[in-house]
């Protein structure tokens, strides 16, 4: 997916308007039709509240996940003859609970969807309802592009809240400036010499958080793998054309293999989770973390240090296939509907996504430095902070894993990679255990 309009936006400040059209909430009743001569009943009942469940993984702190919370509460309060039930679900947990519930046919209302891979599973299996018929809602604000990943054979069933680059790579400036170095290094050569450098100087290189599992999958090899295969690799590798085992890849597998050879991530990395990884990279305890662009927030804009933090992507590989300007980039946050919805529950429904989706979502995270794939007017308060992110990502964009593999090959992938990083298994045994799970899963 590209981000050509995000630099235009950028440039030009794009000038968009939103109507929220208001879809009703079920019939109002017969009123005051009069039947002369009859004692018909009141019809001045008072209606009970349309109730819709909501299933969501917006419980780590990150600040995009409190203004999404936001707008559900904004919208019940907008809207008291609607009622919304919210379920919160860490994000290691979500997908298998997602996948679980729909399987059993007995999803919620409204729950996350991600786009792509992960969709379709749900569109061919009639769980998920098409929301066409309000996408005009949207015309001018959201281009194609951005609702790619949630369209299926020419249906719309979600739409995006932000983009996310999953891949930034946020370094210390002191601890760098320390060993020698004012930037950012452009090759992955003279990245393994400031790794060296760092910890000849007492200083922990790499800082991973891995105890979900799914970082060094989605943030690291992300990138790191794309540098070396190039874009289409993935894809390829989904149509048989071709294989994890394939020697470019096993060269991606084995950066990991060399970081954990030269004791470069600290040493908890498999017992350390996300957010305190985020806390233990500010805290100056190592010098360079990856992690997604919706980070920036609480590494930079809301840092009082955040100028000592500077931001990368993951440098060229010598033969390699990928374009070093790329950024492994996804759209996020999409909400289902459950294709069962009918009635005054499916109004319900098509109005808070019209009300979700609203031009205030996109402009309240741009304020708060977040990437989003809406054409709307950059807010006066724009900071330096987000210009800059927007013109790193803004060259290209690659395809994030855990976006593009099947379910099942991610699974291997991500124990796998734990696997390296303890030294019980080769980049190899990686690959053979990748492949033997996508012609699985084929």
Known sequence: MTTKWIKSALAAGIASGLALTAAGCGSSGTGNQANSGTNAPSTNTKKEPVTLSIMYNWTSPNVDNGIYKDRIKQFQADNPDIKIDEEGVPSEQYRTKLRTLAAGKKLPDMFILFPGVEMEPLVSGGVLMPIDEIMGTWKGILPDDALAGFKSDGKQYALPAKQTFVDIVYYNKELLAKVGYNQFPTTYADLIELIKKLKAAGITPLALGNKDRWPLQSSWMSAIGDRFTGSDFLYKVNK????YTDPDFIKALNVIEEFTKLDAFNSDLNTMDVVQVQDYFMQGKAAIHITSSTIDSKFRHENPKGDNFGIALFPSVEGGKGDPKKSAGVIQYGIGLNAKLDGDKKAAALKFMQYFYGKELYQTLLKKGIVVPARVDLPAETSKYLKEMMELTGKGTAPVFDSVAPIAVKD??????????????????????MQAAQD???
Do not use: H, S
């Open 440 to 442: 699985k899963a084929k």
């Open 240 to 243: 048989g054309e071709a294989k």
């Open 412 to 433: 291997v992938f991500e124990n796998g990679l734990q696997a390296i990083t303890t030294k019980q298994k080769t980049a190899e045994q990686v690959a053979k255990e």
